[in-house]
Each structure stands twice: as C-alpha cells, then as structure tokens.
C-alpha cells in the first residue's frame, strides 16, 4: 500500500504537470516480467511499430536489439528510493500520448498512473488488489485477463479490442540477431537438434532428472543430438541430470556460453525444443522451431508457445498461473511432470513427423 500513499503525495505534481500537457505520438510499454513474458508482449510491440519500454534488467539484450522499441527503461534503477521513483515520475509526466501497462504490480501501476497520457490502457487481473483501484481510475481503458484466457491475446488487445496474436506475429529480436560467431557443434549435419531447458528459474516448474532420463530412453532409436541450454548458475541442474543419465555423447552442454542477445539465433538452429513453461520455449515459438512443452503445474490455456506446439501435461495438476505463480505444491515433481506412455508416444511422433531431415 505504500505505493498508493507515493502516488497521492505526487497526485499535486501530476494535476500541475497535466496544464501543460501536449500529444507527442509516443508509446510508453510497461513489462517488468521475464523473457518468456517479455517474447509474448513483442506482438504488441510490433503492433505499435515505435514504443519506449519501462523492462527488467534481465531482458536488456534482447529489447536493445529490437529496431521497433526507442529508449528503454530499467525498472531495477528507479525502484530503489523515493528519489528514483520521483525522479523517473517527474521524468516521464507529460511524455507520451499512449501508456500500456501489462504487468501491473503495485510498482508499474504507481508509475503508469503518475504519468500523464491521452490515451492509458491498463491490464487488470485476477491479482489485483483492493488499494490499487485509485490506480486504475487513471485509466481510460481496462482489459480484464483471466486465469484461462490467453495472455498474449490481452496484451495486443490493449491497442486495439479487435486485435488477436494471430494478428501480429511474436519475435525475440527484430531482425533476428545474427552473431558474428556461434559454436561450431550448433551445426552438426545428419542429427535431430533439440535443444532442452532443464530449469525454469522456479524450483518447482522445473522437470525432474528422472522424467529427462525417461524421456531419452523412448527417443533412443532416433538420432537426437540434445543441446542444453541455459546460464552460468544452471550448471548445478545439469550435474544433478547426469548424475541420474550417466555422461552421454549425444548431451552437449551450452550452459553459460551464449549470450541472451545471441540465445535466438541459437536455438533458430534447433529442430525441436523440449521444456517446461521456461523463457527458452517463448523464444523458440518466436523463431519458428517446433516446440515440446511439457507443462506440469502451470495453466497452459493462459500462457504457451502458439506456434507448433504438442503440450504434454494433466489439467488435475494445473495450479500456477501467469499473476499468480506458485512455488511450492502438493505433488512431488516427478509426480506433476510425469510422462506415460501416451504422452512419450505423443512426443515420438511429432518428432517424426516434424523432423525436417528426413
């Protein structure tokens, strides 16, 4: 609530500021998630065409190499003090015309309602608090986002209610980065590239050794060369998966050698992707490789590749949600990301017929 008690102290400010008001045309985009969250507002974004963007540190280099965002604003850097917050407030007060909020936690809410704008659209979702209603009267438009409606679709229609994700295309980078080098091995002719994500950041949406080494065993007949990658700090996953797979010349380790400006060009070389409701598969989906997503815990109706994709869950296990992620649960892992017979034949198949090498 102490947000609520900033902003009407700066309410005077914003009252004064808005005499002076003038359009300018700008587009301010308020999305302080994570890459996966970030790669579903990028519709939007392309949408919009120009926009500035107030984001999180993590997905830096992948909005800065994105020729549709302007400038770009690091929530970590004005949240810190009052005087951060005031001075990006005072900063951004009579900017922009446009103002889309998708996240709104009580920080971007403060933000988006401190600024002045003709036009202010905000997401509201089934996370929302009672103290935050002063905020949303700043608003001149509301999308309502459920548990089960697809985010992305909310987010694009906060410009325009007739839009859908169908209506613009998702992307990671625009253009598509291309490094001046990458490793060799991403090249390797004759094989089944998958690329894995064997964490998802969150503990408990990540899938289990026991269920990876399952799933190689159904797939051995095919020639998959398997590419995991992932960050310095997610080596501890990877020893904890070849402590149960045993060291296997079809894994190869990725971890901590390429750079996230660098991760779609990447995993554009992959001809599948396998992970739980992780960043990489968002990424994936945008660059257009056939995506495995097994879901465990989280509400894919909500929130999942829209690509070609074969998810792989049980709905009885469906308990976390986009605005309202859970990090512990009743179920063991291995119980949530458990794959039967079905769904290994399910994920045998789509490899098959997808696999463009043959």
């Given at each position: 609530m102490s947000y609520l008690f900033l902003f009407i102290l700066f309410l005077p400010f914003k009252l004064i500021g808005k005499l002076f008001y003038k359009k300018t045309g700008r587009n301010l985009v308020i999305q302080t998630a994570k890459i996966g969250d970030f790669v579903n507002v990028t519709p939007l974004l392309a949408h919009l065409k120009h926009s500035d963007v107030l984001i999180c540190?993590?997905?830096l280099p992948l909005a800065r190499n994105d020729e549709v965002i302007d400038t770009i604003y690091l929530i970590e850097e004005h949240k810190k003090s009052l005087w951060r917050?005031?001075?990006?407030a005072f900063k951004l007060l009579n900017r922009y015309e446009n103002i889309y909020l998708l996240q709104p936690n009580s920080t971007n809410l403060f933000f988006?309602?401190?600024?002045?704008?003709?036009?202010?659209?905000?997401?509201?979702?089934?996370?929302?608090?009672?103290?935050?209603?002063?905020f949303y009267l700043t608003?001149?438009?509301?999308?309502?986002?459920?548990?089960?409606?697809?985010?992305?679709?909310?987010y694009i229609k906060l410009a325009d209610r007739n839009l859908s994700w169908r209506?613009?295309?998702?992307?990671?980078?625009?253009?598509?980065?291309?490094p001046a080098a990458w490793p060799e091995v991403l090249d390797q002719p004759d094989v089944i590239k998958i690329g894995l994500s064997i964490s998802a950041g969150n503990k408990a949406k990540t899938i289990p050794p026991v269920i990876w080494a399952r799933l190689f065993e159904s797939l051995q007949k095919l020639p998959c060369?398997?590419?995991?990658?992932?960050s310095k700090n997610e080596q501890v996953w990877l020893d904890d998966l070849l402590k149960v797979t045993g060291d296997k010349e079809n894994?190869?380790?990725?971890?901590?050698?390429?750079?996230?400006?660098?991760?779609?060009?990447?995993?554009?070389?992959?001809?599948?992707y396998i992970a739980s409701d992780s960043g990489n598969v968002y990424i994936a989906d945008a660059v257009g490789v056939p995506v495995i997503l097994i879901y465990g815990p989280c509400c894919a109706k909500e929130q999942r590749p829209l690509g070609n994709v074969l998810l792989i869950g049980e709905e009885a296990n469906i308990n976390s949600f986009v605005f309202e992620t859970r990090y512990y649960f009743d179920k063991p892992r291995e119980e949530l990301f458990a794959l039967s017979d079905e769904a290994l034949s399910?994920?045998?198949s789509f490899i098959t017929n997808n696999d463009k090498n043959k």
């Open positions: 540190k993590t997905v917050k005031f001075h990006l988006a309602a401190c600024f002045n704008a003709t036009n202010k659209q905000f997401l509201s979702t089934y996370a929302r608090r009672w103290y935050q209603a002063l608003a001149n438009g509301i999308v309502e986002h459920g548990k089960y409606t697809l985010s992305v679709d909310n209506d613009s295309p998702k992307h990671a980078t625009k253009p598509l980065k291309i060369q398997y590419y995991i990658f992932g894994l190869i380790s990725l971890i901590g050698q390429i750079a996230l400006e660098d991760l779609p060009h990447a995993i554009s070389k992959m001809d599948f399910s994920i045998y």
